[in-house]
């Protein structure tokens, strides 16, 4: 492991690298080693972030962390969890946890995506601890679920497939549409489509949504466009993942996998993590009301359900570094007061998810 996860001085330390890792927006790496820059996403005085095993690993760098956090976003954003994520992952690193954030593709096969994350996140949780960081990921430390939208989903898939029990999850924006309503063209139409794109990407004609996206970026730079370069690297593999779900398509899946019908009877008879159920005011397509009312149906009482004001959105963002000039000028302040407002409803959000794992660790 590197040397930015460092022990608490009680702890042993044996030294080990991770896997190379990209770049931060908010907070740049330290100066003082050029290896440092190499190993980690960045690092403050409070929290560190490094890739372990194919996931992003945030958590406290000189304290030992309360419990472990995994942490799943929604679909195509949950690709990048570091990216759209980063606030809330910092914000529960900050409260002392130590949160795995398992990157997965957009894929109709809900129960196979299910099964695949927990056994990455399990693989991370070994590798922190095979590493000699014992204190980075206590074995005798609880561990939580906390799922965005299709997240939620895969956790609550996790807790009825698997024989994992977390001690609790945090089931955000829950929602279980049909796939026509996920892709809401014609499925028969968009299969004739996709295998004909396929025969026009064998004679050299449709290049792939990454393609597509390294022209677009190249094109924008040279016509000036400030863009970094390290940003359209980090939104590849969300943008990857529209081909995927379309070769599935093309293949010949039309629905989901398991169907969301038999995911909820699955759910509402396997199910028992205790869990709390949050959603936002002004989300249309969630479904935790249903959930709530189907896991109580059959006497469960370890459940607690949380409306907070925002959208479906509101757990995806960043810690904006708006730089004031020399001197506070009105755009400072209209920028600031964005920021502001952008940011009050995640920071409600993780604060309420912070005393729900305080009580449950």
Known sequence: MSQLLQPPRHASSCPRSFPDTRFRSSVQPRANSRSRQKTARFQTQALFQEQVAGCWVTGPSRRRPKATVHFLGGVFAGAAPQLFYSLFIELLAEAGYLVIATPFRAT?????????????FQACLSEIQRSHQIWAAPADAPVHGVGHSNGALLHL?????????????????????QVKDAIPVPLDGLQSLIR???????????PGAVTLLQRAASTALQWGVPLDPRLVQSLMPAVDQIDTVFEEVGDGTFDF????DESKRLIAT????????VRFSNDGIDETPALLQSLQSRGSSEHMELLLSGTHVTPCGSDINWQVGRSFSLTDAIGLGAKMVAQADIRRLANRVIAWLDRQS
């Open 108 to 120: 109709l096969f809900h129960a196979s995506c299910a099964r695949a994350v927990d056994q990455s």
């Open 157 to 177: 898939l996790i807790g009825s497939l698997t024989k994992v029990q977390n001690a609790s999850n945090v089931i955000i924006s829950f929602n279980n549409k």
């Open 196 to 206: 004909s794109q396929r025969t026009d990407s064998a004679a050299g004609g449709y």
């Open 257 to 260: 996998q398991p169907p969301p």
């Open 270 to 277: 396997q199910y028992s993590v205790p869990s709390l159920m």
